[in-house]
Nanobody, 124 residues
């Protein structure tokens, strides 16, 4: 059974930073693309970032490019999301997800395991 547990969310002022972590159980972590998604209040879920199996390639949603950085540590079965220059519109529940294959992409339907989410609130 694969389980994903996010941590690191919280309340931060605009312009600040947060680092989210996602610990993944299971022995095949390094075989799958990992991603972050978010659901702003009252809005649809949206893609944030994805990272290839070896961490060498990343892919970002337009709204976070240049501000957020995704990374992974395959020795610790953990994926991270470093969020800088946070804006009030970044307020959302952030979800870590494991894709069902090693393709790098942001289609949520291709991700088969999800964490429970962590709240990020950015005050103006």
């Amino acid at each position: 059974q694969v389980q994903l547990v996010e941590s690191g969310g919280g309340l931060v002022q605009a312009g600040g930073s947060l680092r989210l972590s996602c610990a993944v159980s299971g022995r095949t972590f390094s075989a799958y693309t990992m991603g972050w998604f978010r659901r702003p209040p009252g809005k649809e879920r949206e893609f944030v970032a994805a990272i290839s199996v070896n961490g060498g390639t990343t892919y970002y949603g337009d709204s976070v490019k240049g501000r957020f950085t995704i990374s992974r540590d395959n020795t610790r079965n953990t994926v991270y999301l470093e969020m800088n220059i946070l804006k009030p519109e970044d307020t959302a529940v952030y979800y870590c997800a494991r894709r069902s294959d090693s393709v790098l992409g942001g289609n949520a339907a291709k991700y088969d395991y999800w964490g429970q989410g962590t709240q990020v609130t950015v005050s103006s």
